[in-house]
């Protein structure tokens, strides 16, 4: 289906490409809006909570919300339905599925084990293994493993899952961490085992602390044999701390952690070890300096569930690889060690001038020992692509893939067929956002797309990797799930998601559209959203949602999502909302990504404001003297960023929990995308005081306070442990010696995830409403209970 947005030959469906001229900045820079002489009622608000996303989920039927994946290559799919979910049992070989049990039933049987009442809604079930003869379903649910007899349907507690254990691949054995040191436990017999003696705080084993974010479960990577642990000791002794304390009556509960910042002495530190456990277990430290907490897939050493990452075992557990990365991220290192001995063979380095990556959300490297190789992911020639490479020299033996498009994650090596699955995009017609699953061999030939359909591809693997679900979809069709062999061949249908109920209810989808960026070269890509209610003849103010990155953009996935937090409720309260992804996003080519590099202050608002502009040249309807903007976190950095770096086209801004001054966030964020903090030699000012600039200082937001002219609103929890709340109140400061008017918003006990929590989200709407559209919100309205 294509949505036209207007007239003039220029229209905005999947594929419409805007080149139009952009007109000149408005000369009126307006701080606030007239009194309308329209009106907004309790009943718009109502309509505007109804396109949310709890109430949108259940018009869909027939959407595949979770995977379970069996040894024996039956996968078990959890379906959304008219009365909520069900869970279905497929036979692949045999083409064959049939329904298992309720997701209601289930949740009323669970709430006899819980402590509260268990929302079928909410039900996440993990390491759901069922027996051969589909009579009985063991599964884990929060704390607890329980198991199903799927015959008369009787439920029974196994036993209480200990808290953040990380299991072994035979199951055997859990690892945790008690008192700074590693301990495992028998899973069978609850015997535990202490694994390491000299832990102690601060420097202890496995820790998994990255400053802005801890979890009391250990990082390591298991051998596939379960024989040994390969982790490290965290030395944080002589870190830098920062400090929160709770709001209640009476003293207040102080909280007190290490926190490295950029331009720091001292940052967290790693020292390798493994730890072997046949017999007496005993330690092999690795012969080598320690590494900086670092990774080339994120900013911090630990995947889900406390992964190990950047770190790979031989499938004969007898060789370990990893990856070292420097502080600032631009030289990573492939490595191998011997788990017996600790000796570590340098084997192949890259460095860059801005930051390597290794791949999109999953390292993309893998060795080979058995047959001497490795292939590792470069950026080298301005896409990711793969490279073959000696394992004993480094040397390159061939590039795998090429072109100007990007491999974005293995999947699967078949090293019997010498061929790897891959994801990858730019390589299709249609957005270039949109992923695909390719097979290629290792000299390079047959690259062959698995996937064909234009659409964003989401894949989840069979245990034997012979086949693989794919669900794909774009932000505008609903979903078709099949599964397919590694031949791309469709083995059977699993669900054609419907959407009907959701048409019926006003529901209408975001429409795709394309700009030229600031280089009126680069073709960019975004959402826009328009009330249900559209009227042409009407002028609505624009609303720009944005998140600057630069690890991730603003529109998040191209599949299908039946609402996207709150854009479709700001349109039915009469705005234009539109999203794009900026340069200094990744998804695209590396000097896309690198467009900023040094100077996030940019936030990609030059695109951002040059893409609405060439949207408002063609759509009348778009009154772009009326521009606001807003966004979270970085979003929240980048909205402040907008009206004090713009303030003649953005008028109001909402900023939650932004991280205004870089250098009050964590050192690895800053490191990698700023660059290591340098202090230049002190000039004096106008009134003869010292002034000390820095390479930070270009993206510092309290530092351009007094460009203030529109409305701002900022907010922050004060329990914020990933971005302190000093990163707000250095803003707020500022704007108080500029003597400018602005709004704060003060949640005392919250943390950094309230960005779409009913109180600021109802802020957000009023504040928009009264300051680009001159209406008094009703005061009446009160989100329904669902809404959280």
């Known amino acids: 289906?294509?949505?036209?947005?207007?007239?003039?030959?220029?229209?905005?469906?999947?594929?419409?490409?805007?080149?139009?001229?952009?007109?000149?900045?408005?000369?009126?820079?307006?701080?606030?809006?007239?009194?309308?002489?329209?009106?907004?009622?309790?009943?718009?608000?109502?309509?505007?909570?109804?396109?949310?996303?709890?109430?949108?989920?259940?018009?869909?039927?027939?959407?595949?919300?979770?995977?379970?994946?069996?040894?024996?290559?039956?996968?078990?799919?959890?379906?959304?339905?008219?009365?909520?979910?069900?869970?279905?049992?497929?036979?692949?070989?045999?083409?064959?599925?049939?329904?298992?049990?309720?997701?209601?039933?289930?949740?009323?049987?669970?709430?006899?084990?819980?402590d509260e009442e268990v929302d079928a809604n909410d039900l996440s079930l993990s390491r759901m293994h069922l027996g051969e003869a589909a009579e009985r379903l063991e599964f884990d649910y929060e704390d607890r493993s329980y198991v199903l007899d799927l015959s008369n349907y009787t439920l029974n507690q196994l036993a209480e899952i200990?808290?953040?254990?990380?299991?072994?691949?035979?199951?055997?054995?859990?690892?945790?961490?008690?008192?700074?040191?590693?301990?495992?436990?028998?899973?069978?017999?609850?015997?535990?085992?202490?694994?390491?003696?000299?832990?102690?705080?601060?420097?202890?084993?496995?820790?998994?602390?990255?400053?802005?974010?801890?979890?009391?479960?250990?990082?390591?990577?298991?051998?596939?044999?379960?024989?040994?642990?390969?982790?490290?000791?965290?030395?944080?002794?002589?870190?830098?701390?920062?400090?929160?304390?709770?709001?209640?009556?009476?003293?207040?509960?102080?909280?007190?952690?290490?926190?490295?910042?950029?331009?720091?002495?001292?940052?967290?530190?790693?020292?390798?070890?493994?730890?072997?456990?046949?017999?007496?277990?005993?330690?092999?430290?690795?012969?080598?300096?320690?590494?900086?907490?670092?990774?080339?897939?994120s900013d911090h050493i630990a995947g889900r569930g406390g992964v190990f990452?950047?770190?790979?075992?031989?499938?004969?557990?007898?060789?370990?690889?990893?990856?070292?990365?420097?502080?600032?991220?631009?030289?990573?290192?492939?490595?191998?060690?011997?788990?017996?001995?600790?000796?570590?063979?340098?084997?192949?380095?890259?460095?860059?001038?801005?930051?390597?990556?290794?791949?999109?959300?999953?390292?993309?490297?893998?060795?080979?020992?058995?047959?001497?190789?490795?292939?590792?992911?470069?950026?080298?020639?301005?896409?990711?692509?793969?490279?073959?490479?000696?394992?004993?020299?480094?040397?390159?033996?061939?590039?795998?893939?090429?072109?100007?498009?990007?491999?974005?994650?293995?999947?699967?090596?078949?090293?019997?067929?010498?061929?790897?699955?891959?994801?990858?995009?730019?390589?299709?017609?249609?957005?270039?956002?949109?992923?695909?699953?390719?097979?290629?061999?290792?000299?390079?030939?047959?690259?062959?797309?698995?996937?064909?359909?234009?659409?964003?591809?989401?894949?989840?693997?069979?245990?034997?990797?012979?086949?693989?679900?794919?669900?794909?979809?774009?932000?505008?069709?609903?979903?078709?799930?099949?599964?397919?062999?590694?031949?791309?061949?469709?083995?059977?249908?699993?669900?054609?998601?419907?959407?009907?109920?959701?048409?019926?209810?006003?529901?209408?989808?975001?429409?795709?559209?394309?700009v030229k960026a600031r280089d009126q070269i680069t073709d960019l890509y975004g959402l826009l959203y328009k009330p249900s209610n559209f009227d042409e003849t009407k002028s609505y103010p624009v609303l720009n949602y944005l998140y600057p990155g630069p690890q991730s953009g603003s529109v998040g996935t191209r599949s299908f999502r039946a609402s996207r937090n709150d854009k479709q409720s700001l349109a039915e309260l009469g705005f234009i909302v539109v999203e794009l992804d900026a340069m200094g996003t990744p998804g695209r080519s590396k000097s896309f990504h690198d467009a900023y590099y040094g100077d996030m202050g940019d936030n990609g608002l030059p695109d951002q404001i040059e893409g609405i502009r060439q949207l408002g040249a063609d759509n009348p309807w778009m009154d772009l003297d009326r521009v606001g903007i807003w966004g979270h976190s970085g979003g929240g950095f980048a909205s402040t960023a907008g009206i004090l770096r713009y303030p003649d086209f953005y008028k109001v801004a909402v900023s939650g929990a932004g991280n205004h001054d870089n250098r009050n966030y964590e050192d690895d964020w800053g490191e990698k995308w700023q660059g290591l903090l340098e202090t230049y030699p002190e000039n004096n000012s106008d009134e003869g005081e010292p002034v000390v600039t820095t390479n930070y200082d270009n993206q510092a937001n309290q530092l351009l306070a007094a460009n203030l002219e529109g409305k701002l609103l900022l907010a922050h929890g004060m329990l914020d442990t990933n971005v302190h709340p000093s990163s707000t109140l250095l803003v707020v400061e500022a704007l108080i010696d500029a003597d400018k008017d602005f709004d704060l918003v003060v949640l005392p006990n919250a943390s950094h995830g309230f960005g779409n929590r009913r109180y600021f989200m109802k802020r957000r709407w009023d504040y928009f409403l009264e300051n680009l559209r001159g209406l008094q919100p009703p005061s009446e309205f009160v989100f329904a209970d669902n809404v959280r």
């Open 309 to 514: 990452l950047d770190v790979e075992w031989s499938e004969d557990s007898e060789t370990l690889s990893f990856v070292s990365s420097s502080r600032d991220h631009k030289i990573a290192q492939l490595q191998i060690a011997d788990p017996e001995t600790g000796e570590v063979r340098p084997v192949y380095l890259e460095e860059v001038e801005t930051y390597y990556e290794s791949g999109y959300n999953a390292a993309n490297w893998r060795v080979f020992p058995e047959r001497n190789e490795f292939v590792w992911f470069s950026e080298q020639d301005n896409w990711g692509h793969l490279y073959l490479h000696d394992l004993q020299s480094g040397e390159l033996k061939r590039q795998i893939t090429e072109g100007s498009w990007a491999v974005l994650q293995i999947q699967q090596v078949d090293l019997e067929n010498r061929q790897i699955y891959f994801l990858g995009s730019n390589r299709e017609q249609g957005d270039p956002y949109f992923q695909y699953l390719y097979r290629v061999n290792f000299d390079g030939s047959a690259l062959t797309n698995l996937t064909p359909e234009i659409a964003n591809h989401q894949i989840s693997w069979s245990e034997s990797a012979e086949y693989f679900s794919d669900v794909y979809s774009t932000p505008n069709t609903a979903p078709v799930s099949v599964v397919r062999n590694t031949a791309g061949e469709t083995q059977l249908v699993l669900e054609e998601t419907d959407i009907d109920l959701l048409i019926n209810s006003g529901w209408v989808t975001p429409i795709p559209f394309s």
């Open 1 to 114: 289906m294509n949505h036209t947005i207007r007239r003039s030959g220029v229209v905005l469906f999947s594929l419409a490409i805007i080149q139009a001229c952009s007109p000149a900045p408005s000369s009126e820079t307006a701080t606030s809006v007239a009194p309308s002489l329209e009106s907004i009622t309790s009943a718009d608000y109502e309509r505007a909570q109804s396109f949310l996303a709890v109430n949108t989920s259940d018009l869909v039927q027939g959407n595949i919300l979770a995977q379970y994946w069996q040894i024996d290559d039956r996968l078990i799919y959890r379906r959304s339905t008219q009365s909520g979910s069900d869970y279905i049992l497929v036979d692949v070989q045999t083409a064959q599925k049939s329904p298992l049990f309720d997701a209601a039933r289930l949740a009323t049987e669970l709430t006899v084990y819980a």
């Open 162 to 297: 200990p808290f953040s254990e990380f299991i072994s691949p035979d199951g055997g054995m859990a690892a945790f961490i008690d008192e700074h040191n590693l301990w495992v436990r028998d899973t069978a017999s609850n015997e535990v085992t202490q694994l390491t003696f000299d832990g102690e705080q601060d420097y202890g084993y496995a820790t998994n602390n990255a400053g802005w974010l801890r979890d009391e479960g250990p990082v390591l990577l298991w051998s596939p044999d379960s024989s040994k642990i390969a982790t490290f000791r965290h030395d944080g002794r002589n870190v830098g701390e920062m400090y929160l304390w709770s709001t209640q009556v009476g003293h207040g509960e102080l909280d007190a952690w290490k926190y490295p910042l950029p331009g720091d002495d001292y940052i967290f530190m790693i020292e390798r070890i493994v730890i072997h456990l046949e017999g007496e277990p005993r330690i092999v430290t690795l012969n080598m300096l320690p590494d900086p907490h670092r990774s080339t897939t």
